[in-house]
Structures are given as structure tokens and as C-alpha cells.
């Protein structure tokens, strides 16, 4: 028997980002409690939701401010097919240590819009990122210091914009996970891809478990409607010029915490992370051994040591007196 999926198309046309009421209602409710939202309500005096124009695309995005004192801003930015509501324990930790927490689903990800899963230049992606980060400061909604933590792809998007605007830094640290440089068997992909594009324009996606928490991959297989199920080439080829791109820019000294799973077969890692060390020379590296490659939704016990290292690193960074909500410019 086949599962039927919730449908979530109503909020493709969902208005401009405005603040939610709580607890939400109708089709905003049951995406909520589709992807576990839910349960973090309670922790946030207010939550923005909607769409964001930037570089043509109208960007799902949502701000979530928590209760306590703000430390500053974490600006997350989801991985390749991913989108911001699958990144609920993530989310959890940076509401609890007093974040306030700006989530956006990549232009083709999520409730985003643009062609599923594609892009022809990965600078569409920092154009988008930077356009956001604009249009948030003018509505008072990025309370310094700002953090930018990405996963894989959003990893490789915030690493190129920090390396590009080095001398006016809008970050104060990055958190890269598992983050891109080139993916894993680059080589023969490569030649697959040059051999293959003339003739089609994507290929099927296959769902292999990129983490240890099987139930996690069984479902976005089986139970996430926001997925795609195929890889557009054009993405391919947009990697493969953001590859030479980036690594011909300058290193930036910006304090960086990388985490890195070591049974990750989605990235080439050991090399990503030799060619990371020469861009971020500012950068720590800690590895799990068991760990696989979508880290904010590994098992558990994986999640929760690395979790230590990144919350250990946002509270070092952020020391000194916090900034309460009533403080900030956006607060009634």
C-alpha cells in the first residue's frame, strides 16, 4: 500500500516573512508537526515565517527568536536536497544556548522556488545568501555576533563568502559540517558527467544512508514530500566550476569549527579538508569515527558528541554579555 504524503504546495504561495501565530494553525501546523517543529514553540518569544525575494527566487525562510537572552545570530544553510525542516535538532541546541536562528531552504530545496534541485552558477547561491542577510538586517532581525553554520553544501556556500569578502566580514566564526569540495569518486563522476550531458539532463537520485540513523533516511525516502528524486547535471556542472573558483581565492583568517564524520562516502573528505586547511588556516578539525555524512541527523549518541564540540565552540565565541530580546531592534 502506498503512504500518502502530506501536502505542503499551499505554502509555495505563502505570503511575505511575517511573524507566525503561535501555535500555528491549518497547513502551517501540520508542517510543523510533519517534520517535529512543534515541539520547539515553547522555547521562542517569536517565530517569522515566509518568503524572502532575493536574486529572483522568493526564499522560504524562518526566524526564530528564542526566550532567553540573545547571544547573537546563527544563520543556517541546509545541504544539497535538503531543506529547513529537517534540521529540528540542530535548531533545538541554538534556541537553548540563547541563538536566535535564521533558517532558509536553497533556491530548488524545500518551499524555495526555482527548478527542483538545479542551479547553473553556485554563485546564484551566495548572491541568494547575501540578498537574505540584507533584507533581514534592514527588518532588525540579525542581532550580532553572526555565525553562519552550513552542512555540506551550505558549507561550501558560506566558506565561498567568507573567503570573497574577507576585508568587510559580515561573520564573526564559521561551523562547517561535513562540508564540500569535491564529492566522493570525483574523478570517474567527472567523466560520466561530460560523456552523459550532451544527451540527458538529470539522472536518478539514489537514497543511500548518508547517516547511521537509518529511520532518518527510510524517511526521506519514503515520508518527506519536499524531496527530489532526481540530479539535475546542470547542478553537476555548476560544482564543478565552483570547484576551481573557490579554490583559487585568497585564505581568510576566520575562526572556523569543522566537524567531520570518517565514515563519510558522500564527500571526499580527506582531500576537502587538506584544501580547507590552506583556505581557513584559522580552522579546527574534529573527526568522529563513527560518523557519517548528514551530521545533524546522525543516530543519537553521534549526534550528541559532536553537538558538545559545536555548542562548546559557539559559547567560547560568544562570551560576554548577552543581549535580551526586549534590546533588539525588531523587539514590540
Sequence with gaps: MTMSLPDFSDLLEAGPLAPLSLPPTGVMARYFRHYGLEALITQVADIESGHVQADGFRLWTQVWTPRTALRGTVMVVHGYFDHLGLYGHLLRLLLDGGFRVVLWDLPGHGLSSGERAAIDDFATYTRCLRALLARLEAKGLITAPLIGIGQSTGAAILTTDALERSERQPWQSLVLLAPLVRPCKWQRSRLMHRLATPFIRSIPRHYRPNTTNLAFTDFLHREDPLQTDTL?????????????????????????????????????????LEVLRR??????????????????????????????????????????????????????
Excluded: K
Design 232 to 272: 539535475p547535471l546542470v547542478w553537476v556542472g555548476a560544482m564543478r566550476n565552483w570547484m576551481t573558483h573557490v579554490r583559487r581565492l585568497p585564505p581568510c583568517e576566520l575562526p572556523t569549527l569543522i566537524l567531520q564524520g570518517e565514515q563519510d562516502a558522500t564527500v571526499d573528505w580527506r582531500w576537502n
Design 279 to 332: 583556505l581557513l588556516p584559522r580552522a579546527r578539525i574534529v573527526y568522529h569515527q563513527r560518523a557519517r555524512h548528514h551530521l545533524v541527523n546522525e543516530s543519537p549518541d553521534i549526534r550528541q558528541a559532536l553537538f558538545r564540540d559545536l555548542y562548546h565552540f559557539l559559547i567560547t565565541r560568544t562570551e560576554g554579555p548577552c543581549v535580551t530580546p526586549a534590546d533588539t531592534p525588531d523587539a514590540s
